[in-house]
Each structure stands twice: as structure tokens, then as C-alpha cells.
């Protein structure tokens, strides 16, 4: 595994601590994972939040068949499981969050009652992802007992773990331990179905991410790469005005809308690409964009740190064409505007990573008698009376982190990071990191959603943003081509009758 292989899981792990991830990229790829690495632990935390899909039809043939793969014939109860799997999997997932918040999906009343697309429920859609996770189960726990894989004592220390936090979890709630698996899992459910599927997927669990810890490319075919798909890791220092070429808003006596004519379309149209070609004249001669912009109440956009996207003046900036001091007016047909765009230069994006150490103070570090809570500045100051007591040295500084951090994360390892990218940590924590001066041994306390942190800044690292982004959209590619073809190794086929005693 190269080094920079390395340094990616180290990022992975960290995204699950305190300072949380920022990248969108990385938090898709791990919506990909959790698809079939979904733990019995987040399974009992999302219960509680949300009573969701509780199907109480009554206790059936439990070991009626729902789904034959290769031959093996799965039970309702173990099709449940999986079912069940796959809509909590979606529920953590960024795109699953989105759908409930915006109205897509209603937590609170049938999947069969509501509509996935065209032709499918939602109870629908979960059926198939649940059959397209046992396919996977079942292919990586065969193709893991054939290497010689199995489930180690390290292993079943998590399993066990997990399993008595969720009997923590169901006792808590009011249920016993079956009775919570009932309400969870529909009435089909037993304690012994639920545990030897959690172990196959453990497994399969297991050899996914062993195959996942073993793609690696080197330098010259992440290079490669990046030269192929330059315009998704480069930046450019550019600005625009965008000028409206929409008609003026008309209303009739009665305050209803009146639709332009395509003549008042026309002339609109017309008096914007008049007016950008003005400002384009005007800035050529050698006036101040902004000014001008400002002048002809156009808007105006300016960054030296701009990423591709699909829009008309991305297009325009990121063309391999494109010169230092390029200047043009383009059209957006679709957005029916003009645009005076200016282009700078480009470059790749070589942010370096960091080492940092950070102790994480929150109020659980304060001694509050149950049910108080935290004046306004209070957390503030308990991080400023452990950073006062800080004797200077880097030691030190991990040893206040050992005794006061309340970032799992980190706080075994004297509170360090290595090898962070940029994106990783929260927005205020990385910005403090990637301040212009930044030097190794600085220190300083940084707000965030999760708390105080007290910095201390330990270096730069050697591998540049674009490298690691480059490899981690490699692994991540690889990856999905692989649980695709091994899901996809296998057939199956639904038995109606016992798939319908499935869902709510």
C-alpha cells in the first residue's frame, strides 16, 4: 500500500470523529459504503429517533421463503432483516436526509403507500436495494470463506459489543431484547435470525474492506489521471458579470403576472448583449470590473479559487484554451443572461495536508449538576483555563489532550491528526490550519459546532490536495466496479407470496 494509500484511511477514520467532514466527495463514497457496512449501532441510535418501518402484521410463516440466490433459498425473516438494513443505510445517507427534509419521503406513514418514481413504492424500492444487499452478502461471505477468512476474536468483540448496546438500547426504550427486534424488524424476527445475519454481514463486511484497504495506484497513474480529468482538480482565479436578459415583470390591474410578448423577449435579450458589450469595452480600455458592473446594476463574482461546474461561464473559464487575461462576453441561452468573463490563470490545487493536535472542550468538561446547562461563554473559558495551564512544549500539549479532549478521535494519540487534506475538518478548524503564516508550533482556540478547540499546529505534510483527491475518486471508482461485479456474480429470484409479508 503506498504511502499516500496510507494516509487516505487515516482520513477516513477521522471523518467519524468530532470535527466532522466537509467534503462532499468523500461523504458520497461513504454513503456507497454504508450500503452494506451498516452497523448494529446506528441501527438502535436511528430507532429511537424515529419509530419508522414497524410492519405488525402478526406473526407469520417466519421461514416461508422470500428470495433464492444461487440456489440458497432466504427466509421473510432474514429477507427482513435486510430490508430493514437497506432503508436505515438510506436514512444516514446525505441523499436520504434530503428526501425526508424536503418531503420526498414521510418517515411516519407507509412505504407502500408512497411513491418512489412512476411505477415503484417506496416499500418497493427498499425490496430491491435489500435483495441487491444479500446478493453482495452472500457472494463476499462465500468468496471470504474460500480465502480463509473469518470472523476473529477482534471481530466478535465488536459484534458483542454492539449487540449488548442495542440491548442497552432496547432496554432503555421499555422492550426486551426480542420484543425490540419485533418492533424493529417486523414480528417475523428472532433473536437468532438477527444475529446470524448480523454475522454474514460482518463478514462480508470484513472482506469488502480488506479488498477496499488493497487498491492502490502509483504516482504516475494518479498523475495520469489527473490529466484526464484536470478540469474537476484545478482552480482558477477568474470573475464575471452577469447581466439579465429577462424582460421586465408585468402585472395587470389585479395584480396577476402578464407574459412577455417575444418581441419584449427579443428586445430584452437584445439590450443585455448591448449592455455586456459595453462593460466588456469599458474594461478593456482599462476599467474596474466591479466598478463597471456596479455601474449598470449587473452582478458581479470574483474568486482565485474557482471549481468547475456545468454552468455557461465554467465552461468558458475551464476551456484548455483559455489565456491569462482572456476577457469574453458568452451567452446562457437557458438562464437567458450575458456574461463579461475575465480569465486570470489556473492552477492545481496544491494545498498541502497538515498535522495538527487539538483538544476538544465541550461541556461535558464542565462540572454542571444534572440538568444545568452551560452559561454563554463558559465552555470558552474552561478552554482557556487548559490552554493557561500549557507548559509549551508539544509533550505537554498531548497530555492535556490525554486528560481534557472530548474527541474520541484523537484524544488517545495526544490529540493528533496526520496527514489531513483540505476539506476534511470542519470549515472553522480548517481555515484556522490553512491561515496565510501558518507555522509549525502555532497555537490558538477555534469555535465550532462541536465546541473549543485549543490548535496546536504541527507542520505541513508532503502530498499536495489534487493528489489525494485524485486517488481518493481512484479507490472509490475502483471500488464500486468491484462490489458491482461481485454483486452481480450472483443471480436471484423473488418469491411474491413471501416478499409481500415484508414492509409497512
Known amino acids: 500500500m503506498s504511502a499516500s494509500r496510507e494516509k487516505k484511511k487515516r482520513q477516513e477514520n477521522l471523518m467519524n470523529s468530532n470535527p466532522k467532514s466537509a467534503r462532499e466527495a468523500e461523504q458520497l463514497a461513504a454513503d456507497k459504503r454504508a450500503s452494506m457496512m451498516y452497523s448494529i449501532g446506528a441501527v438502535a441510535f436511528i430507532i429511537l429517533a424515529i419509530a419508522l418501518v414497524v410492519y405488525n402484521s402478526g406473526i407469520i410463516e417466519r421461514n416461508k421463503t422470500a428470495v433464492t440466490i444461487d440456489g440458497k433459498n432466504y427466509t421473510v425473516a432474514e429477507t427482513a432483516y435486510y430490508y430493514q438494513q437497506s432503508y436505515q443505510s438510506f436514512l444516514n445517507s446525505t441523499n436520504g436526509y434530503y428526501t425526508v427534509a424536503f418531503g420526498g419521503l414521510d418517515t411516519s406513514k407507509s412505504l407502500k403507500s408512497q411513491s418512489y418514481d412512476a411505477t415503484r413504492s417506496w416499500d418497493d424500492y427498499f425490496k430491491e436495494e435489500a435483495v441487491r444487499q444479500m446478493q453482495f452478502v452472500h457472494a463476499a461471505k462465500n468468496a471470504a470463506q474460500a480465502d480463509g477468512m473469518s470472523l476473529e476474536a477482534s471481530d466478535m468483540e465488536t459484534y458483542n459489543s454492539n449487540l449488548n448496546s442495542l440491548k442497552s438500547s432496547a432496554s432503555s426504550a421499555g422492550y426486551s431484547y426480542k420484543s425490540y427486534l419485533s418492533a424493529i424488524y417486523g414480528a417475523v424476527m428472532t433473536p437468532s435470525v438477527f444475529e ?65 410578448t417575444d418581441e419584449e423577449i427579443a428586445a430584452a435579450k437584445e439590450e443585455a448583449k448591448k449592455t455586456a458589450d459595453e462593460i466588456l469595452a469599458a474594461y478593456q480600455e482599462g476599467g474596474d470590473l466591479e466598478t463597471l458592473a456596479l455601474g449598470h446594476d449587473a452582478g458581479y463574482y470574483a474568486n482565485d479559487k474557482m471549481t468547475y461546474n456545468s454552468s455557461v461561464y465554467a465552461e468558458w473559464l475551464f476551456d484548455s484554451s483559455r489565456k491569462n487575461g482572456d476577457a469574453a462576453v458568452v451567452e446562457d441561452e437557458s438562464g437567458s443572461q450575458y456574461y463579461v468573463i475575465l480569465f486570470n490563470s489556473r492552477s492545481r490545487d496544491d494545498a498541502l495536508e497538515y498535522n495538527v493536535r487539538h483538544i476538544l472542550v465541550t461541556e461535558d468538561n464542565l462540572e454542571l449538576a444534572e440538568g444545568e446547562e452551560a452559561e454563554e461563554g463558559q465552555v470558552k473559558a474552561k478552554a482557556e483555563e487548559i490552554f493557561a495551564a500549557w507548559d509549551g512544549t508539544e509533550d505537554g500539549f498531548a497530555s492535556l489532550a490525554a486528560e481534557y479532549s472530548q474527541d474520541p478521535g484523537s484524544k488517545d494519540n495526544g490529540g493528533l491528526y496526520e496527514d489531513v487534506a483540505k476539506g476534511t475538518m470542519t470549515t472553522a478548524f480548517n481555515d484556522w490550519c490553512y491561515e496565510a503564516g501558518r507555522r509549525t508550533g502555532d497555537t490558538g482556540i477555534v469555535e465550532t459546532d462541536y465546541g473549543q478547540h485549543i490548535m496546536y499546529f504541527a507542520g505541513y505534510g508532503d502530498t499536495e490536495y489534487w493528489h489525494y483527491a485524485c486517488e481518493s475518486d481512484m479507490v472509490s471508482d475502483a471500488y464500486s466496479i468491484w462490489y458491482d461485479e461481485t454483486t452481480n456474480s450472483v443471480t436471484s429470484e423473488v418469491n411474491a407470496s413471501g416478499m409481500n409479508a415484508i414492509g409497512a
Open 196 to 260: 446470524a445475519c448480523e454475522k454474514d454481514r460482518l463478514l462480508a463486511s470484513k472482506y469488502a474492506t480488506s479488498h477496499y484497504d488493497g487498491i492502490s495506484f502509483t504516482d504516475d497513474e494518479i498523475k495520469a489521471f489527473y490529466e484526464e480529468h484536470r478540469n474537476d482538480y484545478d482552480l482558477v482565479d477568474g470573475a464575471y458579470v452577469s447581466v439579465s436578459g429577462r424582460p421586465e415583470a408585468k402585472t395587470d390591474a389585479d395584480g396577476n403576472a402578464i407574459e412577455a
